[in-house]
């Protein structure tokens, strides 16, 4: 089954774009970055949600465009609202996005609870279409 979410394109300075979507972690609801470049989905350190921490974990190696990012911590989130569709038991990395929000505050006045990552985007065979603004994503029908 193909879901559409809808996103937006954000301009954080001139000629600098993110696109963005909303998310819902449980009962609570924020902005994600659609962050093909971001290897795996991350979601900050500071956005109160119901996780579990997952043990057996390899270790990641993990960085961003402003260096080497530490205290990196595997999740299970048990339910993942994206568009109208919820996916169950979501792994992701918990973070500080500080240095994102920091840009966000600046720029939008608006915080980034994360970033979905080409990890999930691979998943579900993501296509993005600028002109209509939709994520169209592969998901059960379950």
Known sequence: ?????PF??????????HIVTTIQLGSIEGDF???TGASISVIDKCTPFTYELLEDIS???????GGEIS??????IPTFKIGEHTLENVHVALIDL???NTLYEKHLRRRVSGLLGCDFLVRHSAV?????K???LKVSSE
Request: hydrophobic share 45%.
């Open 1 to 5: 089954m193909e879901i559409l979410v």
């Open 8 to 17: 937006e394109v954000v301009e954080l300075e001139e000629n600098s774009f």
């Open 33 to 35: 970055i659609i962050d």
């Open 59 to 65: 270790e990641i190696n993990s960085g961003g465009v």
């Open 71 to 76: 205290e990196v911590r595997l999740v299970s």
């Open 98 to 100: 500080q240095y994102v």
């Open 128 to 132: 993005i279409n600028y002109e209509n």
């Open 134 to 136: 939709q994520l169209a």
